[in-house]
C-alpha cells in the first residue's frame, strides 16, 4: 500500500470534509490511507491521485458514496454505554408522555416522534424501539415515529434490515430481549416485523437542511459531532434545537459536552446520564 503525499492527504482532507463534515488533521493519514487503499484497487487504479481524480469527475456521487462508506466509523453496539436507555426508559419517556396526557383531550393517542441521526447499522434504533416496548408494552395509545438517519449508504441499508450476525449481538444485548425482540434466521438474528415497521429509514447527511422532517420529542445524536469543528458543531445543534419540541430531550455521546457548544440547551441529570433540555425562552 502506497502512502499519501502531504499534498494528497491535505486534498483527501478537504474532500472528506466537504461529503461528510469530518475534520481530520494530520495525525490521520494512516487512518485514510488503509480505508481507502481497497477503493484504488477495487478500482485497478495506480494510487490515490488517481482515485481523488475519479471521484471529483464522476457526476452521480456513487464514488463519493464509497468514500464515505469506508470512512465513516460505524462504531456501534445494542444499548450502547447502557445508561442512556435507562434514562429514556425511566426519566425522558415518562415525563414526556405525563406532560402529553395533560395536554391531549382524554382518549388521544399519545404522539412519540423520536430521531436517531447517527443511526449507522441500527442497532442504536432498535434499542430505542426496545426500550419504548419494555416500558409501554402496547404501543396501542401511542402514535409512535421514529426516524433513522445516516450519511452512510451501506450502513443505513443495514439497519433497514434489521438483521444481524451472532457477533453483533453478542455486543449489548441480553439473551431475554433476545428472544423478545428477535426471530432466528439464516444463521442470525433478526429484529421482529412487528417492531421493525415502526422505525422509516433514510441515508441523510447532518449538514443538509433537515428541516422538512418536522419536529421531535426526543433526539438521539451520540457520537457523531466529536468528528465535527466547534462551529460546524455550533450550526448543527443550533439547527436541532428548532426541531425539538419544548419540553423535548436531546441525548448525546456519554463524553460530550454542549454546555460551550449549544447555548440554547441546558444540562439535565439522570443517575450517571445526561441529557439537554431547550432553555425556556
Not at 469527475?57 to 462504531?75: C, F, H, M, N, P
Not at 425522558?92 to 393517542?109: F, H, M, T, V, Y
Not at 412487528?194 to 422538512?212: C, I, V
Request: hydrophobic share 45%; charged share 30%; net charge positive.
Amino acid at each position: 500500500m502506497a502512502a499519501l503525499s502531504a499534498e494528497e492527504y491535505s486534498a483527501y482532507a478537504k474532500l472528506i470534509r466537504d461529503l461528510t463534515g469530518i475534520a481530520l488533521d494530520e495525525s490521520k493519514a494512516y487512518l485514510v490511507e488503509t480505508r481507502l487503499d481497497s477503493l484504488v484497487r477495487e478500482l485497478d487504479l495506480k494510487g490515490f491521485s488517481d482515485l481523488f481524480y475519479r471521484i471529483k469527475a464522476d457526476a452521480s456521487g456513487a464514488l463519493g458514496r464509497k468514500v464515505i462508506d469506508r470512512i465513516t466509523t460505524q462504531e456501534t453496539s445494542f444499548f450502547r454505554d447502557g445508561a442512556p436507555f435507562d434514562m429514556l426508559k425511566f426519566k425522558i419517556l415518562p415525563d414526556l408522555i405525563d406532560a402529553r396526557k395533560k395536554s391531549l383531550p382524554a382518549g388521544s393517542r399519545i404522539p412519540l416522534r423520536i430521531w436517531s441521526a447517527a443511526a449507522s447499522t441500527g442497532q442504536e434504533v432498535y434499542s430505542i424501539l426496545i426500550s419504548l416496548r419494555e416500558l409501554l408494552g402496547d404501543f396501542g395509545p401511542y402514535s409512535i415515529r421514529l426516524l433513522a438517519t445516516d450519511i452512510s449508504d451501506s450502513a443505513i441499508a443495514k439497519a433497514s434490515r434489521g438483521f444481524y450476525q451472532p457477533g453483533d449481538i453478542v455486543r449489548g444485548m441480553p439473551a431475554n430481549l433476545l428472544a423478545r425482540h428477535f426471530v432466528a434466521e439464516n444463521g442470525g438474528y433478526r429484529v421482529r416485523d412487528e417492531l421493525r415497521a415502526f422505525a422509516t429509514f433514510k441515508r441523510w447527511n447532518l449538514f443538509d437542511d433537515f428541516s422538512s422532517f418536522g419536529r421531535f420529542d426526543i433526539v438521539f445524536c451520540r457520537n457523531v459531532a466529536i468528528y465535527f469543528t466547534e462551529e460546524d458543531k455550533r450550526l448543527l445543534f443550533a439547527r436541532m434545537e428548532r426541531v425539538l419540541e419544548a419540553d423535548g430531550a436531546l441525548v448525546v455521546g456519554s463524553t460530550e459536552s454542549l454546555l460551550s457548544t449549544a447555548p440554547g440547551f441546558e444540562a439535565r441529570r439522570y443517575l450517571r446520564s445526561v441529557y439537554y433540555r431547550k432553555k425556556a425562552a
